[in-house]
């Protein structure tokens, strides 16, 4: 069945250092979405990607979906304390959404 | 208004009951998903509502689990006979129609079962 894989599982870096998150899928998506669950919380919506190539940026965070809408990534630039969390992406297919394993964010101030 | 809300929030289950959990998703939202979250891991789908039709079921883990939404709002995911297997956060996610829109999450159930 469909897959999506994400790496890496795990990112400690120092406050102000930049991070990013990959994601890969085994098939080609319709939509991709990313989310951000808090320790402790429950997944909260960040975006959604459509279209071929498309790049969207939020203030420090910067997400790309690939030409063949197979891949997209998460940049996060100058991280903070506030950034720590576990980022998912999640890719639409034959109407659901499948998730990625997480990866794990954690900030040093 | 209000976001999705579930109950209860934990639950401890002995091996072999029955369990029932609620998700009230947001007022309006058509579309209700249903998903098992086991620590360090993403959400995994189970099943998914448009109003009261249950269109994709196929991420049930097998026929001890069963969903219904049968006003096409408030939803109910059944799990009998619990197994140890079970034990993870269920978290329900409301849209307003399909897929291609912002999934809003619940607080989920922690299901426990010994």
């Known amino acids: 069945g469909q897959q999506v894989m994400q790496i890496p599982q795990y990112q400690h870096v120092q406050e102000g250092e930049d991070f990013t998150t990959y994601c890969n899928s085994s098939?080609?998506?319709?939509?991709i979405q990313w989310y951000k669950q808090r320790p402790g919380g429950h997944p909260v919506f960040l975006i959604q990607?459509?279209?071929?190539?498309e790049v969207k940026k939020q203030k420090r965070l910067t997400f790309q979906f690939g030409e063949a809408k197979k891949n997209s990534s998460l940049h996060i630039t100058a991280t903070q304390t506030t950034d720590v969390g576990t980022y998912f992406c999640?890719?639409?297919?034959?109407?659901?959404?499948?998730f990625g394993q997480g990866t794990t964010l954690q900030v040093k101030p | 208004g209000a976001g999705v809300s579930q109950s209860p929030r934990y639950k401890v289950a002995k091996r072999g009951q029955d369990v029932a959990l609620r998700c009230d998703p947001i007022s309006g939202h058509v579309s209700l998903f249903w998903y098992q979250q086991a620590l360090g891991q993403g959400p995994e789908f189970l099943t998914y509502f448009q109003n009261e039709a249950q269109l994709d079921k196929s991420g049930l883990p097998s026929d001890r689990f069963f969903a219904e939404r049968p006003e096409g709002s408030v939803s109910t995911l059944k799990i009998q006979r619990t197994q140890q297997e079970d034990s993870a956060v269920y978290l329900c996610?409301?849209?307003?129609?399909?897929?291609?829109?912002?999934?809003?999450f619940g607080p989920g159930t922690r299901l426990t079962v010994l």
């Open positions: 990607l459509v279209k071929s190539g």
């Open positions: 996610a409301s849209s307003l129609d399909g897929f291609l829109n912002e999934q809003f």
């Open positions: 098939t080609t998506l319709s939509n």
């Open positions: 999640a890719g639409g297919n034959t109407g659901k959404l499948i």
